[in-house]
């Protein structure tokens, strides 16, 4: 199978919706589709079918008029231009209550994310294992991480600590952050950082209901 | 205890960064700080210190200068504004690995968001209890969820359920729907969407870096 590969030059709108898409093609796979349309993917993600098929033409694989993509072809392109035909190792550090939900969810084995290795500073921790992942002391962190290369560290630490254990990531030399902390952190210009913040999604949706 | 009430005027920045401070200023009671400046808050936060100035002051709370405003007054005027004063109740659809991790996040204690009850399609589950929450059939969101009142939707279903989901919802009278699926919902006017798409938070960064 010819992949053509996109990995160098996707736009970040584009690059967010690809998931959905992966997931939506690999359902119709399972119910027997071999082709698929970007009108029907738009029409079950509720976007606007001209942006569903500029997003599906970046991809290079020609699709058949009135018909569609090739679905296997569509899916191999697009697990590839997310990197995720390779699993990427990952680092979870803080151990606390949403640590432990994402070392237990199951959701990052589809996006072949693998969390190897996890740190926290609490003693009762460190040794134990957390949905079968090894939980080592915080001050490891720059020695292991390098030593097995991990590229990707997640933060769910307290706000207090995040600048540090980012620090000590960027210093073991991870390329990107899962920032779940509200902090705003300070990188060097090579390490991407991208923010979850469920508190501050909450507040939204809290501070609109309350004004009732 | 005087505490202004500004629930009604704020801007959406300002409120995505209200649970931030809110757990610092208790971190530093917490150590016997009993005043608090906004710069020693856009510090930690790494945010600039003119933001944080503006953000504090729409509490309207006088503070002092060189020493900063009253914790406790801080703390009181955030949580109203945010709506944590009183506990939501919510409501858990899709009981998944995410729900589930979901349903055991204690961080929601501290933002009183309280999950009363659960739903899925899964027979296996229903009647059983989820991180002490019981979990019902899909069936019954709609009876249920306005017989308890609840004004919180959260959405953790899979993508091809999610608007079918979400309408349950609406019809059952919620005012806001925490959605983390991929899907863009419609819904009604007067009912609010809040997005947390884990898989494409995490599509940005592993496209980053299989870029290298």
Redesign the interface.
């Given at each position: 199978m010819n992949v053509p590969d996109r990995?160098?030059s996707?736009p970040?709108p584009t690059?967010?919706?690809?998931?959905?898409y992966l997931?939506?093609i690999k359902?119709r796979m399972a119910c027997g589709d071999d082709e698929i349309s970007s009108a029907a993917l738009a029409e079950?993600?509720?976007?606007d079918p001209v942006l569903a098929r500029k997003d599906i033409a970046m991809m290079g694989i020609p699709g058949r008029p009135r018909r569609g993509f090739p679905a296997r072809e569509l899916v191999a392109a697009i697990t590839r231009?997310?990197?995720?035909d390779?699993t990427?190792d990952a680092a979870l550090v803080g151990c606390g209550?949403?640590g432990?939900?994402?070392a237990?969810?199951?959701?990052?084995i589809e996006?072949?994310?693998s969390i190897v290795v996890a740190f926290d500073t609490n003693p009762e921790l460190q040794g134990q294992s957390v949905h079968g992942v090894r939980v080592q002391t915080m001050s490891e962190i720059r020695r292991i991480v390098r030593r097995m290369r991990i590229?990707?560290g997640i933060l769910t630490v307290?706000?207090?600590a995040a600048?540090e254990c980012a620090d000590e990531l960027v210093a073991a030399g991870v390329?990107?952050i899962?920032n779940f902390s509200?902090?705003?952190?300070?990188v060097p210009p090579g390490v991407?950082v991208?923010n979850?913040?469920?508190?501050?999604?909450?507040?939204?949706?809290?501070?609109?209901?309350?004004?009732?």
């Open positions: 990995r160098g996707l970040l690059i967010r919706r690809y998931p959905a997931r939506l359902e079950a993600l509720g976007i231009a997310l990197g995720w390779n990427t209550s949403l432990h939900a994402l237990g969810y199951r959701g990052f996006q072949h994310l590229k990707l307290p706000d207090s600048q390329e990107g899962w509200s902090v705003n952190l300070a991407i991208q979850v913040d469920l508190a501050q999604s909450l507040a939204v949706l809290s501070h609109a209901i309350a004004r009732r």
